[in-house]
């Protein structure tokens, strides 16, 4: 049982732009650096944004990040049919010493 | 490049025991701590283990403490996941990344390919 919690499902026509939430507390979130994962189906998880805001080299400025209080959000831009998969938010939990991911958002392109 | 790739993975009977391998390559592994990821047949990832630098130190999630152990082999640049007391539960793509937020467990940009285990009888 995941201590992230995530919405479902999101989704939005080409072009246009969806957020997803991660809530945590202030033993992961609140004070730890948060990365973001897409996952197309069959694949490995790919890293989208690590410290909270920060894109891997190569991956496009549609996708951001950001991190207030105990929450993060990532946002995508300029959607696309190649966007949809699922996303993962992940951190270090202080209180459990171990990491954690969030529960998985499906994004879909309408 | 970068590359890790997961072995060990299989059919098991409840109770068994199992050792899944990742081999790295294409960094200096010795100098980064790795993790093991877990995803069970249609649900999302679940972290399961990490392992420090030197191998001193390791974390487990709460569902695997006292059947799973990790260890690593800075020779062979190699890092285990020794699995006992399996359950049906413990049914999962068995992923190990490399952590690359300098030690923190914070976030893993190379991921390897996956490792199925089936625990079942």
């Known amino acids: 049982q995941s201590v992230l919690t995530q919405p479902p499902s999101v989704s939005a026509a080409p072009g246009q732009k969806v957020t997803i939430s991660c809530s945590g507390s202030?033993?992961?979130?609140?004070?730890?650096?948060v990365s973001w994962y897409q996952q197309l189906p069959g694949t490995a998880p790919k890293l989208l944004i690590y410290?909270?805001?920060k894109r891997p080299s190569g991956i496009p400025d549609r996708f951001s990040g950001s991190r207030s209080g105990t929450s993060a959000t990532l946002g995508i831009a300029g959607l696309q049919t190649g966007d949809e998969a699922d996303y993962y938010c992940?951190?270090?939990?202080?209180?459990?010493?171990?990491?954690?991911f969030g529960t998985g958002t499906k994004v879909t392109v309408l | 490049e970068v590359q890790l790739l997961e072995s060990g993975g299989g059919l098991v009977q409840p109770g068994g025991s199992l050792r899944l391998s990742c081999a790295a390559a294409?960094?200096?592994?010795?100098?980064?701590?790795m993790v093991w990821v877990r995803q069970a047949p249609g649900k999302g990832l679940e972290w399961v283990s990490a392992?420090?630098?030197?191998?001193?130190?390791?974390y487990y999630a709460d569902s695997v403490k006292g059947r799973f152990s990790i260890s690593r082999d800075n020779s062979k640049n190699t890092v285990y996941l020794q699995m006992s007391s399996l359950r049906a539960e413990d049914t999962a793509v068995y992923y190990c990344?490399?952590?690359?937020?300098?030690?923190?467990?914070?976030?893993?940009?190379?991921w390897g390919q996956g490792t199925l285990v089936t625990v079942s009888s």
């Open positions: 294409g960094f200096t592994f010795s100098t980064y701590a």
């Open positions: 990344a490399k952590d690359d937020g300098g030690g923190s467990l914070e976030h893993f940009h190379h």
């Open positions: 392992i420090s630098v030197g191998g001193v130190n390791t």
């Open positions: 202030s033993s992961n979130i609140g004070n730890n650096y």
């Open positions: 992940g951190t270090w939990d202080r209180s459990l010493s171990a990491g954690v």
């Open positions: 410290d909270n805001n």
